[in-house]
């Protein structure tokens, strides 16, 4: 995807029109119509008008993907109670199946031992809570998984 079409995108996703844009900005709806089609580029200052009046840092402007802050938005705005009452396993096994089969074949009870002695280490020796030692040795073992490729 290219700048224009994130400038675009993005400005869709705030609900603002080009002429909006272009009298918060200070500039004409033609200069923010040659921004989106890559005609012309907005310069660096212009591009940080731009990102605070989209709620967005700059780098993401640059990468602004529709999809992925749709999806950031509906976690961000689901609330405790409703997460409960998904089937976490049900739904990303649809993407995973080891997820809804692994529980037959693997012993459990051997890991989730292991895994019971790290988080009361984390909860022991930074005074983490339950869901912040899980979440921390979660992100331990997607740093793990993200970096054997390199």
Do not use: C
Not at 24 to 45: A, F, H, M, N
Not at 70 to 80: F, G, L
């Amino acid at each position: 995807m290219n700048l224009g079409n994130n400038l675009f995108n993005a400005r869709k996703k705030s609900g603002l029109s080009q002429e909006e844009v272009a009298e918060k900005l200070g500039v004409s709806r033609q200069t923010i119509s040659k921004w989106e089609t890559d005609e012309t580029l907005p310069d660096i200052r212009q591009a940080k008008k731009l990102a605070l009046l989209y709620h967005l840092s700059l780098d993401e402007l640059i990468d602004f993907d529709v999809n992925l802050k749709e999806i950031e938005q509906v976690i961000e705005n689901t609330s405790e109670e409703t997460q409960k009452k998904v089937d976490w396993t049900k739904v990303w096994g649809k993407k995973y199946p080891i997820l809804t089969s692994y529980q037959n074949e693997v012993n459990i009870k051997d890991y989730a031992d292991q895994l019971k002695e790290m988080t009361d280490r984390l909860k022991r020796e930074y005074g983490y809570n339950d869901i912040d030692a899980f979440l921390v040795l979660k992100d331990i073992l997607a740093n793990i998984w993200n970096t054997k490729g390199q």
